[in-house]
C-alpha cells in the first residue's frame, strides 16, 4: 500500500535533467509510535462548539497518522458510534469515558 502513494510524496518535484538523480523526500516528519503500553491517553469530554452534543476526545497519541487513524476505527467499531480523526485527536460521538 505504501507504493501506490509514492508519486504523492514527489509532488513538488518537476523535473531534473540529471539522469542519476534520485529523490530522497523528507521522511523526518514520522513520529516513532510507541509501545502501546507506554502510550498516555487522555480522554476527556468535550461539548464546545458542538452546539451542546457531547462528544469523547482522545488526546496524547504519539505515532504514525495511519496508526492514529487505525485506532480511531477501532475505538468508533466498538463504540458502536460515528466520529473522526483530526488534528492528531480522535473524537467520537457521545459520552464513552
Known amino acids: 500500500m505504501n507504493n501506490m502513494n509514492d508519486w504523492k510524496k514527489r509532488l513538488n518535484i518537476v523535473y531534473?535533467?540529471?539522469p542519476d538523480y534520485h529523490y530522497q523526500g523528507d521522511e523526518s516528519n514520522e513520529?516513532?509510535?510507541l509501545p502501546k503500553e507506554k502510550q498516555l491517553l487522555r480522554v476527556s469530554l468535550d461539548k464546545r462548539n458542538r452546539k451542546g452534543?457531547?462528544?469523547t476526545l482522545i488526546t496524547g497519541f504519539v505515532g504514525r497518522e495511519d496508526d492514529l487513524q487505525e485506532l480511531g476505527k477501532l475505538l468508533k467499531t466498538k463504540c458502536g458510534v460515528g466520529?473522526?480523526?483530526k488534528n492528531?485527536?480522535?473524537i467520537v460521538q457521545g459520552d464513552h469515558r
Open 16 to 18: 531534473s535533467t540529471n
Open 31 to 33: 513520529t516513532e509510535a
Open 53 to 55: 452534543k457531547a462528544v
Open 83 to 85: 466520529g473522526s480523526v
Open 88 to 90: 492528531g485527536e480522535i
